[in-house]
């Protein structure tokens, strides 16, 4: 027989006092049959003794089937390992409900390098397997702490109460409790034998640490209760959970009673110097310096003094006092100039200025500085200078200091940190602010401009009105004239803008650029100031600024408001350069030239394609989409160039030649008798659609010609939608009231066409081709468009689905009643001879 490798009794009697296992068995590896404790009970049912393992478990239907393979695997591992195995398996309880056991087998006797016996245990994980996996997670975490060579716990903090979660045995070892002691109970009696004015110490300071970062160092007072005197622990830990009423933190104990002195001094001179280098908010920073020093040397107060060297007084700027101390901060906002000449006075013959009893000290007999700590109710004071000693910017002052008095050197230390970040902050203050202006102009810099937004980035901004102005022909002037006559330019708008607009609203952005952004302000006065500006150039026939401004009620995204007045600038811009060719950028000038010469050339057309009236089965209508056509007759598609004309703002140009050229076909069809009911839809740039005076130019075309209005319709792309709800709903109000028909393209694109569809004067609704593409292998998109198109006849609105493709889609759309379709299925976009020529000899 081969030895045991464990005392079965012990082992058994431990792991059931260690925790409350559901089973422990012992299982004969040679004869495949396993025993079962009587004082535990089991999952398996009330069997003590088992014969063919594992299959008889199995075959009693305990396992669930999804898991009996693994649960041969692991007898199979315990038939051949010789050390510790486990798993996790679903065994159902005598209640018929499944639930998570963890079973764990440890070799108990080997033979010839064989396990032949094992005992095992299993713990029930619950029924939930988040449930299991947290468990597991917290089992690994011990089983860590347990293998650390070091004092390791787990402990919170619940309504000022501190209690332990999980120690290592190395933590009762250090704190003197026996292998019969190591329970939780014990342990949280350790901490109750802390000192009394650590344990308070102790979680103000973890509160603090989950202000912080998380981490933290604290030394505290424990009890020893064989010797009767307190040891010194260093505590490092982290912040594992820090809510509004608990803290659950992650520590190692480290016994420091023989060179705690040191470690304490050192300690906090190297948490100082990090919280003074690291902490970008100096007030922070400071704050904490003081904390430590008011703990460093046991004192009732630690103050920081800014001297004023103009009027000669100083002021306590920050201050920390010790629990049930009232603090001076504002009795001593302005210390008077004969007191703080005594401080400077002490501090040129006594650097480290120590005062033991203010009543009896003969260096302050007679002198405003007695008076004043007299009537402060100050015995005894520490002080230093922050800066130079024979010219300080101030001085650290410690009040009624009980210990480490005589460390002068960590006091100026600390003092030497804080006068250094103070200066050099001070400094970088005063170049950031300087950064924030424009030095020609004197308004707000770009610096300014991107704090503002970044400030701003998430939150929604009432009644905004943005300008955004580009100078004309800055580029002309410095190649012609010079840099300085430029500069005057700059100037120059700059001072035409105060004019109009505070300076507090405007922001020099880059070399001739400017944005104006007013919130809380009227939409009438905004607009009204604005559009004077402008007249005032136009009157005084000095155009050296183009501007596109907006304004919304709401807006939850600057920089697209901005983005929209940019677009709104580039439109007014062209009219410029149209004005003063010769001051236009050469390639800026080709651009347009080129785009002219297009539009002259008939290189830019339309294209009709059909839409097919689901009820008739015959031809409804069609719509004009943009074609560009070279010299070659090759046909280009909008997305080659539409994006390139909305960038340099030249779209509203095409918009209005093609509304142009569809008006002069609905007049000629008019004149010829043909397609007399045939309904010509076009889409508008959601730029264009953004120009001041849009309406009135579309009216302007429309009026010049002789044919049915309502065989026209304007489709408003959803995206456009951003421009605002409000303006969209005055626009198609507008359209509308001419006679337009107006229908919104692109439904579904974005959430807000839904509520687009409410809007007073919208005729029809056009359904996005992503969701017919997605209507047959999607039910739930095929749900959507079914209530979609019955809102929008609700609503008294036509619907047309655009993008069909296939006959599927069809049925599919003629089943929920949609009113009409456009795409390749019925036709793709044909040029107008091609359209005429097919569709003529139907009608």
Known sequence: MGDRIISLENERQEIIQKRNYTSVVEYDIRNHTLTRYQNVPSPYGDCVYLENVPESVIHEGRIHPEDEERFRELYRKVETSTSRVSDIFRVCGKDGEYRYYQTIFKPAEIQNGKPVMAIGYSEELGTDLNDVERQLKEEKKESLLDQAPAALGIFSISNGKISMEYVNSIFFDIMGCTREKRTLEEGQKIFSRMHPKDEQRMQEFLVEAAEVNGSFEQDVRILDT???????????????????????????????????????????????????????????????????????????????????????????????????????????????????????????????????????DLKLQNKPIHQYLTELGVTSILSVPIGAAEDPEGCLLICEPHRNIDDKEFLTNTAFY??????????????????????????????AYRKYLEDHAEKTV?????????????????????????????????????????????????????????????????????ASLEDKMKKDNNRILSCGYIWEERCSDLNELITKAEHLMYINKQQYYAQNPEQTSRHLKDSICYFMDNVKDSNFVFFLQPQLDLKTNRLYGAEALARKIDADGKV????????????????????????????????????????????????????????????????????????????????????????????????????????????????????????????????????????????????????????????????????????????????????????????????????????????????
């Open 226 to 360: 064989d010797r009767e005197v307190y040891r010194w622990f260093l505590l490092r830990g982290k912040m594992l959970e820090a809510a509004a009423n608990e803290l659950r933190f992650f520590v190692c104990f480290m016994d420091i009673s023989m060179q705690h002195g040191l470690i304490e001094r050192e300690r906090m001179m190297n948490a100082n110097i990090r919280s003074l280098l690291r902490d970008r908010d100096i007030s922070f920073s400071v704050k904490h310096v003081l904390r430590r020093l008011l703990r460093f040397f046991s004192a009732d107060r630690v103050g920081l003094f800014e001297y004023n060297k103009n009027t000669g007084t100083a002021r306590l700027s920050y201050e920390e006092c010790r629990e049930g101390i009232s603090c001076y901060a504002d009795l001593l906002q302005t210390v008077p100039p004969e007191v703080t000449e005594d401080f400077v006075e002490a501090f040129q013959k006594y650097a480290f200025h120590y005062v033991r009893d203010a009543k009896v």
């Open 418 to 447: 804080i006068s250094y970040e103070l200066s050099k902050r001070k400094l970088s203050s005063e170049l950031l602010q300087m950064s924030y202006f424009d030095s020609l102009t004197g308004l707000h810099s770009r610096n």
């Open 462 to 530: 009432d009644q905004v009105g943005i300008l955004f102005g580009d100078g004309n022909g800055l580029k002309y002037v410095n190649d012609n004239f010079g840099h300085l006559y430029g500069d005057g330019m700059i100037r120059k708008i700059a001072d035409m803008l105060k004019k109009y607009f505070s300076e507090d609203v405007i922001y020099r952005i880059s070399g001739d650029e400017f944005v104006v952004i007013e919130t809380g302000c009227d939409k009438d006065e905004f607009m009204q100031r604005a």
């Open 636 to 843: 280009f598609s909008p997305y080659e160039f539409i994006p390139a004309l909305e960038k340099t703002g030249l779209i509203a140009q095409l918009d209005f030649f093609i509304l142009e050229s569809v008006c002069k076909y609905l007049e000629r069809n008019n004149v010829l008798g043909i397609f007399q009911d045939i309904v010509v839809s076009m889409n508008f740039s959601r730029v264009t659609m953004q120009e001041s005076g849009f309406e009135e130019h579309v009216f302007e075309i429309v009026d010049k010609y002789d044919f049915n209005i309502q065989l026209l319709q304007i489709e408003v792309t959803e995206s456009a939608s951003s421009i605002s709800r409000k303006r969209m709903a005055e626009l198609i109000h507008s359209l509308s009231e001419h006679g337009l028909k107006v229908a919104l393209d692109d439904l579904g694109v974005e959430y807000s066409s839904l509520s687009m569809m409410t809007i007073e004067g919208v005729y029809g609704i056009k359904i996005d081709m992503s969701f017919i593409r997605a209507m047959s292998r999607d039910e739930k998109v095929g749900i959507l468009i079914r209530n979609v198109i019955r809102m929008a006849h609700e609503l008294g609105c036509a619907a047309v689905a655009e993008g069909v493709e296939t006959k599927e889609q069809l049925e599919q759309l003629r089943e929920y009643e949609c009113d009409y379709i456009q795409g390749y299925y019925y036709d793709k976009p044909l040029s107008v001879l091609d359209f005429e020529n097919k569709y003529q000899k139907k009608e």
